[in-house]
């Protein structure tokens, strides 16, 4: 994954004595998780915390980056400027604490950091270690996304060989939806492509196509994005498939 981001980070140290209750040496948390359609406007702050240990007088932390797409699911290392590099406290510290702010996150994505940590002595000798594991800060896509929920036979007055048949497309998506086509087969035989108009997110319209009377175990197949001319999220759910009704119905 391109490494498209922006660190701007922000180191804490608090001079204090080390903590004698039992609160985690070490941690690696997400503080925020911004989200937006515009990628210039996608964020993840991450923090790293750690408390001074008997034995050590000087603490270090190193992040690195990490992401997981819907095609690479497995967490891997992203290149990014400031991540690699060991930040230090000041001899002293009791409490350190180190910000990093993550932009322009590419979507859909999922971020999280990784945190090594480490305690020196007084000579510069590692008395102490660990890594922690910050929660993620989820992209969602931010692509429209058309989904077939249903397709429904009715009656034409007049004509028992002909039937209307009403399928039913929603946006699912987060941006609107531009006009498409709806394909339909009865049987095989493939009808004439409907128009779907343009739909805002979350909105749905129910699209008619009029053609032979389905009978017997023919399947109905309806194509949502026939000429694929929309850019979807998911392209799984474009389809719905059912049986003919029962020759009363």
Not at 59 to 79: C, G, I, K, N
Not at 96 to 121: C, G, H, I, M, N
């Amino acid at each position: 994954m391109p490494a498209r981001v922006l660190i701007l980070a922000l180191a804490l140290a608090v001079l204090a004595a080390p903590a004698a209750h039992a609160r985690p040496s070490a941690r690696a948390l997400l503080i925020a998780c911004e989200r937006s359609l515009e990628e210039a406007e996608r964020a993840g702050v991450f923090e790293g915390q750690m408390r001074l240990v008997p034995g050590a007088s000087r603490m270090q932390m190193r992040f690195a980056l990490q992401a997981s797409t819907p095609e690479r699911r497995r967490w891997t290392s992203v290149d990014a400027p400031g991540f690699g590099t060991w930040m230090s406290s000041a001899p002293g510290t009791g409490r350190y604490l180190y910000t990093k702010r993550v932009e322009s996150l590419l979507a859909p994505a999922a971020y999280r950091v990784q945190v090594r940590f480490r305690w020196l002595d007084a000579a510069g000798a590692t008395v102490e270690r660990a890594r922690r594991v910050s929660d993620a800060c989820h992209q969602p896509d931010p692509r429209a996304d058309l989904e077939l929920r249903s397709v429904a036979v009715e009656p034409l007055a007049g004509g028992a060989e002909r039937r209307r048949y009403v399928a039913f497309v929603r946006n699912t998506g987060r941006v609107a939806a531009e006009p498409s086509l709806l394909s339909l087969s009865v049987g095989g035989v493939v009808l004439p492509p409907a128009r779907v108009r343009a739909l805002e997110p979350g909105e749905g319209v129910a699209v008619a196509v009029e053609g032979p009377a389905c009978a017997g175990r023919a399947e109905i197949v309806a194509d949502a994005d026939a000429e694929e001319s929309v850019d979807e999220r998911d392209e799984s759910n474009n389809r719905f498939t059912r049986g003919c009704p029962p020759a009363s119905a």
